[in-house]
């Protein structure tokens, strides 16, 4: 069935799929900058992400609950990482990241809570409603945090413009449901911010430019066609709705780990 799929839905789906998803097949390349860069270190890199890759799926599976919860946590630190290295300053990095990273998430889930528990439903099951009392914990720490990143903005002149893009951020969740609203920032705020500062490194440090290339394409590629591939196995049981959503965003998760590890552990530390 595809009624629960509205135009909007679809947009975002493939914007996520098409333009956020692909944004972790620079992985190769950054596995080259920080070490992996003889052909027997690359295999054993690939060894490494996709071993996590299957674990964080397989988690998923048997504990979806927990999965969603540790996923959320990730987003919130990896969005916020990025969102403090654009800034391009050295202090505040806790109080920035904190800041993006919970205004992101909770941001989107506070002006659609009930559209975004549906979806978390999707993604675990209907124990999920037991949790939705204790937001306001969240939803309290994520105003806080934005009051205080204010404050900060009176002493640190680069942070105003953050304040500017945090209050426009805030006005698409509030008049965009929340699917829209992360495709928007993940494909154009969190993955400009990324390739921006990546691909400034690859082109200073990397001599093989061709390498970037191929495996860039070969990383998305592979992406593409095993999404497409899980969606169509989906929709033999379960709705065209209900597969694009457990393929993203469970995909999303899996990645997400591996791709995390690599850019905010050992990426961060040798290109700030």
Request: glycine fraction near 4%; charge should be positive.
């Amino acid at each position: 069935m595809i009624f629960d799929l509205t135009v909007l839905n679809l947009i975002s789906f493939l914007l996520i799929f098409f333009i956020g998803l692909p944004h972790g097949s620079f992985d190769g390349a950054i596995a080259s900058l920080v070490g992996f860069s003889t052909k027997i270190q690359f295999l054993q890199f690939l060894f490494y992400y996709i071993t996590l890759f299957l674990l964080v799926i397989l988690f998923w599976l048997h504990f979806p609950i927990i999965a969603l919860t540790i996923f959320i946590i990730m987003t919130v630190v990896h969005f916020g990482l990025c969102d403090w290295t654009n800034f391009k300053i050295d202090n505040f990095k806790y109080s920035v990241a904190f800041t993006y990273g919970m205004t992101i998430i909770f941001g989107i889930i506070f002006f659609n809570e009930n559209q975004s528990f549906v979806i978390f439903e999707y993604l675990t099951s209907d124990k999920i409603y037991m949790f939705q009392r204790y937001f306001f914990i969240p939803y309290f720490a994520t105003l806080l945090s934005i009051i205080y990143f204010i404050y900060l903005s009176f002493f640190e002149k680069k942070l105003r413009k953050g304040v500017i893009e945090i209050l426009f951020l805030l006005c698409i969740f509030y008049f965009s449901d929340p699917l829209l609203s992360f495709a928007i920032y993940f494909c154009f705020f969190h993955t400009y911010k990324h390739l921006k500062h990546l691909i400034k490194n690859i082109y200073l440090n990397l001599t093989n430019k061709k390498f970037v290339i191929y495996t860039t394409l070969l990383f998305t590629i592979v992406s593409w066609v095993g999404g497409l591939g899980i969606v169509y196995y989906l929709i033999q049981n379960l709705s065209l709705y209900e597969s694009l959503l457990k393929v993203i965003f469970i995909g999303l998760a899996a990645l997400t780990l591996p791709h995390m590890l690599l850019v905010d552990v050992v990426y961060r530390r040798r290109f700030k």
